[in-house]
């Protein structure tokens, strides 16, 4: 045991309450006073039930989430809230503390829910109130320091990726042809055919049935793809077979959302899709994937799209569809090494951002480690901070 710290068990040091129901009058968005659910605010109330700071621990649904609040709030029935001695621990200290002890892997049941007895049967070690303080102090400069860092790389991801899309834009706009006469989207193409109206019946193992998650910008995302037999990829696919090269469009959330399907990889589409498939004798399809992705092409798609809160693209709308600037085969596949060789860049600037995040985020894993075995000093954080900034 580290010198001065006392083992102990979780249930010495806190109790948890059982939060309250909140009558449907007394929620109002803009209440004075948190109401808090099992991972967070859940709604505002004019009403408290806690007129002290505390900490709120989800105990159905979100069950060993932590929530930290520093205002009167009310703790809906869906969470415990903690008591503790005040003048023997420190708030914040509880908090970090709980923080550190994977409480959402206490969670059983359909509805997974924890249980007060195993919480407070979990072994702790807690130092003096003094020592609290010099640890919470430490902690609290050290994670301030962290989240201006993450938001700043946060910041940093987001300008790579602009500039990324800017560059792909400028491309295009530059290695466009002349301002021809509009052509809609139907004449350019094969066929277009909508997606089966219904939800396809799924499975373990089998093809993948490509919805809107499945469809990012260019290319296909399909990991946790939902799978379907081959009865259903037939039936879903009596209208088209599609095909490598075929474009696959979102027609809801997100609407406009194109990707291309590779080589190899057979498919049948999902609920709120359309197949797309380019005439090889005036686009490749990955140059039209890229022309349906840009701003403006964007905004007008969905220009008309219907529904109060998702986006909803209409057939008529997609196959009116007017392009206008078409180069050769030629110039499209040099536009596409070019994007291609742009998009590595981007890639890689992006990548170095999203390591710095996974970093600062192990960093405040490993300091809070160091806070709960002893081995916490102001000076070493700093010289962690300092290597991952």
């Known amino acids: 045991m580290m010198e001065g710290w006392k083992n102990t068990r979780l249930g010495e040091l806190v109790q948890l309450v059982y939060g309250k129901p909140l009558a449907p009058e007394d929620r109002d968005p803009n209440g004075l006073y948190p109401a808090y659910g099992a991972n967070g605010e859940k709604t505002r109330t004019n009403k408290f039930y806690c007129d002290s700071h505390s900490i709120i621990i989800g105990r159905k649904g979100s069950a060993g989430e932590i929530t930290l609040t520093e205002e009167k709030f ?17 708030f914040r200290f509880i908090y970090y503390l709980l923080s550190t002890l994977n409480l959402p892997s206490l969670a059983k049941g359909v509805k997974p829910g924890i ?27 050290a994670f301030e320091a962290i989240a201006t860092a993450k938001a700043n790389t946060e910041k940093n991801r987001l300008n790579a990726e602009e500039l990324g899309l800017a560059m792909e834009e400028a491309c295009l706009a530059r290695c466009a042809a002349r301002e021809g006469k509009p052509k809609q989207l139907a004449d350019l193409c094969e066929l277009i055919v909508d997606c089966e109206h219904k939800t396809a019946p799924t ?14 910008r260019g290319e296909l995302i399909l990991n946790g793809v939902n799978r379907v037999s081959e009865e259903t990829y037939k039936a879903w696919t009596r209208r088209a077979i599609p095909q490598a090269g075929d474009l696959i469009l979102a027609r809801e959330a997100p609407a406009g959302n194109v990707a ?55 057939m008529k709308d997609i196959r009116a ?20 060789s742009l998009h590595r ?7 170095v951002q999203l390591g710095k995040l996974t970093a600062l985020d192990e960093l405040k894993k490993s300091l809070l480690h160091q806070a709960f075995t002893g081995q916490l000093t102001a000076w070493a954080a700093d010289r962690q901070l300092a290597a991952v900034g």
């Open 260 to 314: 291309v399907i590779p080589p190899g990889l057979q498919v049948c589409l999902g609920q709120r899709t359309v197949l797309i498939r380019p005439k090889a004798s005036i686009f490749k399809s990955r140059y039209l994937a890229h022309l349906l992705l840009q701003r403006a092409s964007q905004e007008r798609l969905l220009a008309h799209s219907r529904g109060a809160t998702v986006q909803h693209v209409n």
């Open 203 to 216: 499975q373990e193992t089998g093809y993948p049935s490509i919805r809107t998650p499945n469809i990012g």
């Open 74 to 90: 009310w703790p809906l029935d869906v969470t415990y809230f903690i008591e503790f001695d005040r003048t023997q621990n420190d």
């Open 321 to 340: 569809f007017q392009i206008s600037r078409i180069p050769s085969l030629t110039v499209q596949r040099q536009v596409l090494e070019e994007l291609g």
């Open 345 to 351: 860049q981007s890639s890689a600037l992006m990548q």
């Open 115 to 141: 249980n007060r007895e195993e919480v407070y049967a979990l072994p702790v070690s807690v130092p003096a109130l003094n020592e609290q303080r010099r640890i919470v102090a430490i902690l609290d400069e």
